[in-house]
């Protein structure tokens, strides 16, 4: 059973247009929602995180959006470059260790 | 400072075979994690060491798998007779303890032939 789930598993955007992904979970016991960037031939990297008593956290150009009432969270790009072309994993966290991934979105900025 | 290294970047094997995977943790950091990728696939959380503990194996998908942490710092994940859909990336986090960032190392690309 998958506990986070992503949308969309792809998506392409114009240089300057503001992609948003989507995640919802069912857990009510999670505490920490992390989005993850990864490029080709790397491993994933921390690029903003939320905590579930805010509703939105902004960070350069990238922002969360949180829904605690329908257990949703989606990640918004401003202005997006094509250097933002890469794949991002929202994820859920329990107080303790354990982590849950989405499945992946692959971004693709067309100059 | 250096991050998570990986060893080897890429391996490919015959099925049937077995392999070994390091990981280098960052120095200093007690949590260290195991994660595979495949393609079109999340993260698939396999094995978690913290400290001294005993290690969390619940992500481990069959007795194929095994992972041990030498003196608190490098970790050998190891694939008994190989299967084709063992093929992914497999990546490596560490944590401090306590830390919710997880810093992932490149990772081991396994290609079972």
């Known amino acids: 059973q998958q506990q986070v789930k992503q949308s969309p598993q792809s998506l392409i955007v114009q240089k300057g247009g503001i992609p948003i992904i989507n995640c919802a979970y069912e857990?009510?016991?999670?505490?920490?929602f992390p989005w993850y960037q990864q490029f080709p031939g790397k491993g994933p990297a921390l690029l903003i995180a939320i905590r579930p008593d805010v509703s939105e956290k902004k960070e350069g150009r990238f922002t969360i959006s949180f829904n605690k009432s329908a257990k949703q969270f989606s990640l918004h790009i401003m202005d997006s470059q094509p250097g933002d072309s890469a794949t991002y994993f929202c994820a859920a966290g329990l107080t303790g260790n354990q982590f849950y991934f989405g499945t992946g979105t692959s971004l693709t900025v067309i100059p | 400072g250096a991050g998570v290294s990986q060893s080897p970047s890429n391996k490919v094997t015959e099925k049937g075979k077995d392999v070994e995977l390091r990981c280098d943790p960052i120095s200093g950091h007690t949590a260290l994690y195991w994660y595979r990728q495949s393609l079109g696939q999340g993260l698939e959380f396999l094995i978690y060491f913290q400290g001294n503990s005993a290690p969390d194996k619940s992500g481990l998908p069959s007795d194929r798998f095994s992972a041990e942490r030498t003196g608190g710092s490098v970790s050998t994940l190891t694939i008994q007779r190989t299967q084709q859909e063992d093929s992914a990336v497999y990546l490596c986090?560490?944590?401090?303890?306590?830390?919710?960032?997880?810093?992932f190392g490149p990772g081991t690309r396994l290609t079972v032939l």
């Open positions: 857990n009510t016991a999670f505490d920490y």
């Open positions: 986090a560490s944590s401090t303890r306590g830390g919710r960032e997880r810093f």
